[in-house]
């Protein structure tokens, strides 16, 4: 099993900004692609990126893109979310995922591939 626990959400003006953490214990051999989701109540879970663990391939939602990055440390077992000029719109619970087997391109912003996750971290963007 892999447990995956989620640190750094807060309360943040519009423009700010905050960086999420996402650390993996137990059996984390093997989890190749690492995500971030994001889901409001009542909402379905919307992809907003993810990191190949074995190279340097990201990707991320049209919404995120160029405000967001997505980053890992491979000595702390972590994935981190780097959120710059935040909009309320960004307001969600934000969840980690990691899945074992690699996955295709197209494969990656659909939470279904994902076999772990977190319990989320809250997220709130004041106007």
Do not use: H
Request: aromatic share 12%.
């Amino acid at each position: 099993q892999v447990q995956l626990v989620e640190s750094g959400g807060g309360l943040v003006q519009a423009g700010g900004s905050l960086r999420l953490s996402c650390v993996a214990s137990g059996r984390t051999f093997g989890t190749y692609t690492r995500g971030w989701f994001r889901q409001a109540p009542g909402k379905e879970r919307e992809f907003v990126a993810a990191i190949r663990w074995s190279g340097d391939s990201t990707y991320y939602a049209n919404s995120v893109k160029g405000r967001f990055t997505i980053s890992r440390e491979y000595a702390k077992n972590t994935v981190y979310l780097q959120m710059n000029s935040l909009k309320p719109e960004d307001t969600d619970i934000y969840y980690c995922a990691a899945v074992r087997n690699p996955l295709a391109t197209a494969s990656m912003t659909s939470s279904a591939s994902y076999d772990y996750w977190g319990q989320g971290t809250q997220v709130t963007v004041s106007s």
